[in-house]
């Protein structure tokens, strides 16, 4: 009998369940917030675009626009007299007083069968909006020409992106 008493003692202690003793746990209330700001915007100016000009092409070199708008040219090129160039510009709209990165793809500007490649360069890598949400950028270029392409006007793309930091 003391061994069957035994028995029943000793599995109901190891099968009853273990309670917290005051002291063992806590809770506490965290805190979450959210900043929802305005989206970042950016927009074409209507009429700006990035002009390389009127030039004429020899045996090859490029046409340079500096994001302030000045013409130049490298190699066999010669720009026209009264010849205008000019930098692209863009608009940004966002979050007041915000951080933001601009970045420009090449591009390809053609002729009929003709095309001459270019590379961009924006005024700045950066920027920050004004106190009241807005910023301005330009885009500048470097056109290269080559030999034998066909007289004519000239027309192409290139894509700005501008994305918050």
């Known amino acids: 009998m003391k061994k069957i008493l035994l028995s029943t ?25 959210a900043l ?11 009429t700006a675009s990035l002009n390389f000009g009127s030039f004429t092409t020899g045996t090859g070199g490029s046409v340079v626009v500096t994001s302030a708008g000045a013409g130049s040219v490298t190699g ?12 692209d510009a863009f608009t940004v709209t966002g979050d007041n007083s915000r951080n933001f990165s601009i970045a420009t793809t090449s591009g390809t500007i053609t002729n009929g069968a003709s095309s001459m ?7 700045a890598a950066a920027g920050t909006t004004t106190s009241s949400g807005t ?5 500048g270029g470097t056109l290269t020409v080559g030999t034998g392409l066909a007289t004519g006007t000239y027309t192409g793309s290139y894509s700005a992106t501008v994305a918050y930091d």
């Open 9 to 33: 003692v000793i599995a109901l202690s190891v099968c009853a369940p273990a309670y917290a003793a005051s002291g063992n746990s806590s809770t506490a209330t965290g805190s979450a917030t």
């Open 36 to 46: 929802v700001v305005a989206p970042i915007v950016l927009t074409h100016t209507s």
């Open 76 to 87: 066999d090129v010669g720009l026209v007299p009264g010849s205008t160039n000019a930098a």
């Open 117 to 123: 490649g270019f590379t961009t360069t924006p005024s």
């Open 135 to 139: 910023a301005a950028f330009t885009v």
